[in-house]
């Protein structure tokens, strides 16, 4: 199986302004991400960016830097650009990684390509994990997922989904192996990525902050697979960092 990875990274972020280049035991957020990406079986890596910065600590790593515009909304619409650029074929597959996940293993990288690869009626494959924490449940930061009985997604949500009528707000009893937490990891077709920034932002995309939301408005389809490896939380706040840098602290002490 042949695909490849494209690192969507940005310099502003507002609630951590500059994260991908702070400090991680010794080197930046983004290093780690790269790193992790070039252990994965995909045949090339690339980093597309609007930010100068950035593409230097990308060189760096001896991979490819694609220059793309700064007026993307999302990661997907900056990996599509990537796809027009470098003319891709229609069936090359393409993992998302995000620029702010430095703890991915990268055997998460290979199960979603292959996921797609294997799911040739599915527009899109992603990962899931169990909820099994009411602070994951109701925290907006941690997106949810309901699938149908194919493991096609129905919905994503920062919202408690599906909401239990009769043990919420108040739960009464423990919490139900119903719930998935969505792992933001994805693969496409470089034939959806090239449709898909044809297509406007929907509300719900809008409301929710979630961009793969467009995907199912416009009747796309998402496979979810569970993940074979939990992975650590990327990063997002200054807490998010700091709880980061412990870890790695205590990984090699």
């Known amino acids: 199986m042949s695909y490849k990875v494209i690192i969507p990274a940005r310099y502003n972020s507002s609630r951590l302004p500059g994260k991908l280049l702070l400090d991680l035991g010794g080197q930046p957020i983004l290093s780690h991400v790269i790193e992790n990406a070039k252990k994965s079986s995909a045949d090339e890596v690339l980093v597309a960016t609007d930010d100068l910065r950035i593409a230097e600590v990308a060189k760096k790593h001896n991979i490819e830097v694609c220059i793309t515009s700064s007026s993307h909304n999302s990661g997907t619409d900056r990996i599509a650009e990537v796809v027009s650029q470098r003319k891709y074929l229609n069936e090359t597959i393409i993992v998302n990684v995000q620029g702010d996940e430095p703890f991915l293993p990268f055997q998460l990288i290979d199960q979603v390509a292959k996921d797609l690869a294997q799911n040739p009626e599915a527009d899109v494959s992603t990962l899931s994990i169990e909820i099994d924490s009411d602070k994951d449940l109701f925290d907006p930061h941690v997106v949810k997922i309901v699938c149908n ?48 920034t044809q297509l406007s932002p929907c509300f719900l995309e809008k409301i929710e902050h979630l961009e793969q939301l467009r995907i199912l408005y416009y009747g796309g389809s998402i496979h979810v697979a569970p993940a074979t490896i939990i992975p650590a939380p990327g990063i997002d706040t200054p807490y998010d960092l700091e709880r980061a840098r412990e870890s790695l602290k205590h990984l090699f002490s």
Do not use: C
């Open 149 to 196: 009985a194919k493991n096609y997604a129905l919905y994503f949500s920062r919202a408690p989904i599906p909401w239990d009528r009769e043990n919420f707000p108040n739960k009464k009893n423990n919490l139900p192996k119903i719930y998935s937490r969505h792992i933001g990891l994805y693969a496409y077709r470089a034939k959806l990525l090239s449709n898909y």
